[in-house]
C-alpha cells in the first residue's frame, strides 16, 4: 500500500502558524526558513507554505513515481513529478525508493 | 507526538476521483456514498469530498481535542470539533481516545 508523505497548506504569516501548530499539537519542527516550514507528526509531515512560494498540494511516495512523468531529483536527493488529478488538487508524487527511513514517514 | 487522522480534498465528479486514486496508487476505498469517499493510505485516510456536503480540511487526532471546543459524536462513536487555523484552514481535531485501533490509522 502506499503512503501519503506530506500535505502541503497555505499560511499567510509562518511564524505565527508554526507557533500555533506547535503549540496545540503534539509534533515537531523540522525544517524552517522564511518560506516555508515542515512539522513532523507521529505518522506524516506537514508543511506551512506561503503564497508564491510552493503550491498547496498532497504528496504521495510510491514506487511506481515516474509512471507520472518526468522525475525532478530535489536537494534532498528525492525525486517527484508535480501532477494534478481529475479535479485539479495539485499532487506531488514522490519516488519511494528515493526517501531515505527518516523521511518515509 | 499527534497523529494525522485524515485529509479532505475537494472532488467534484466522485465516481472519476475515486477510480482514479485507485487506479494510479496502492490504496482501498473504506466507504463511498454518493456524496464522498474514504480511501486507505498506509499511513493516513484521504477523504474525497463533493462540493456542498463537507468543507475540504485536514484532521488530527490528540488526547486534548476537548481543549479546542465541545465535541460533536458521530455516528461511528468518533468525538470531534471544526476549528479555523489562524491562517483560515479548516482543521478538524478528533478525540484519539475516541478511535479504534483501526481508526487510528
Request: charged letters at 20%; a negative charge; glycine letters at 6%.
Amino acid at each position: 500500500m502506499d503512503r501519503l508523505h506530506h500535505i502541503a497548506i497555505q499560511v499567510w504569516d509562518l511564524a505565527e502558524a508554526v507557533d500555533w501548530y506547535e503549540s496545540h499539537f503534539g509534533c515537531s519542527v523540522a525544517y524552517r526558513d522564511d518560506t516555508w516550514a515542515l512539522i513532523e507528526f507521529e505518522n506524516i509531515k506537514l508543511a506551512l507554505v506561503t503564497p508564491g512560494q510552493h503550491p498547496p498540494h498532497i504528496g504521495f511516495a510510491t514506487p511506481r513515481a515516474a509512471d507520472f512523468g518526468t522525475l525532478t531529483r530535489h536537494r534532498d536527493g528525492s525525486a517527484s513529478v508535480y501532477i494534478t488529478d481529475p479535479a485539479g488538487n495539485s499532487i506531488e508524487v514522490l519516488d519511494s525508493r528515493t526517501l531515505g527511513p527518516s523521511k518515509a514517514a
